[in-house]
Nanobody
Framework: QVQLVETGGGLVQAGGSLRLSCAASGRTFHGYTVGWFRQGPGKQREFVASISWSHENIYYGDSVKGRFTVSRDNDKETSYLQLNSLKPEDTAIYYC???????????????WGQGTQVTVSS
């Protein structure tokens, strides 16, 4: 069984920054991709970013490119999402996920976290 716990969410003013963390525990194995998704109020779930085990493959959703940065520490089994230049439209619940199948951006992942709320005030 795998557990993913996101932390670091909160309330921030527009233009501010936050750093989210996603800690994995349980029966994880090497080789998984970590991804971040978000779901805003009344919106569909949106792909935000992903990073492969080797760090070689990093992808971002169009709406966050240049503002968000994804990273990971495999020894700590933790991924980070740095959110800069935040906008009110970034308000959402942010979820991390891990996937072994190469389907991260489709959302058909192996495990999800419970999410952390990010609220950006104008």
């Amino acid at each position: 069984q795998v557990q993913l716990v996101e932390t670091g969410g909160g309330l921030v003013q527009a233009g501010g920054s936050l750093r989210l963390s996603c800690a994995a525990s349980g029966r994880t194995f090497h080789g998984y991709t970590v991804g971040w998704f978000r779901q805003g109020p009344g919106k569909q779930r949106e792909f935000v970013a992903s990073i492969s085990w080797s760090h070689e493959n990093i992808y971002y959703g169009d709406s966050v490119k240049g503002r968000f940065t994804v990273s990971r520490d495999n020894d700590k089994e933790t991924s980070y999402l740095q959110l800069n230049s935040l906008k009110p439209e970034d308000t959402a619940i942010y979820y991390c996920a891990i996937d072994y199948k190469g389907l991260m951006r489709t959302g058909l992942v192996d495990h999800w976290g419970q999410g952390t709320q990010v609220t950006v005030s104008s």
